[in-house]
């Protein structure tokens, strides 16, 4: 619980995903902090999808809307959330993001881009 605390009022993480070849790759996305985990979404046929079916370990670290860190990198496991959790979280990210939120879904809708959420409970060193 505490690796949770380094993202406590932060807007965006930067989560470091793994191709085939082992290369990461790393992205910043919103996040929420539901039930001690970092919580996430994005486009069901992403790249990022694609990596974490195949390999759930990631890092993630909090971050500026461009990337660069605000603080430590710490390992973790992605799990992809039921519909019930994705209920509960997706008002969490409407409290968080707000009118932002609202923005980012209706250009979600108008381009018909289905949205799948994820949870990354990070490990203790």
């Known amino acids: 619980m505490d690796e949770v605390k380094s993202f406590e009022n932060q807007q965006y ?3 470091e995903t793994y191709r085939k070849s082992g290369t990461p790759v790393q992205t910043p996305v919103w996040f929420v902090v539901e ?3 970092l919580c996430f979404t994005t486009e069901t046929r992403s790249g990022k999808v694609k ?3 195949r390999n759930p370990a990631v890092r993630v670290a909090p971050c500026k809307v461009n990337g660069e860190l ?5 390992t973790g496991s992605v799990r992809f959330l039921s519909i019930e959790e994705t209920l509960l979280v997706e008002k969490t990210f409407s409290r968080k993001y ?3 939120k609202f923005v980012f879904d209706l250009l979600g809708r108008i381009q018909r881009r289905e949205r799948i959420f994820l949870a990354i409970q990070v490990s203790t060193p």
Do not use: V
């Open 13 to 15: 993480m930067n989560i």
């Open 35 to 37: 039930n001690g985990e």
């Open 51 to 53: 990596r974490l079916r």
């Open 70 to 74: 605000l603080g430590a990198w710490h």
């Open 98 to 100: 707000g009118f932002q």
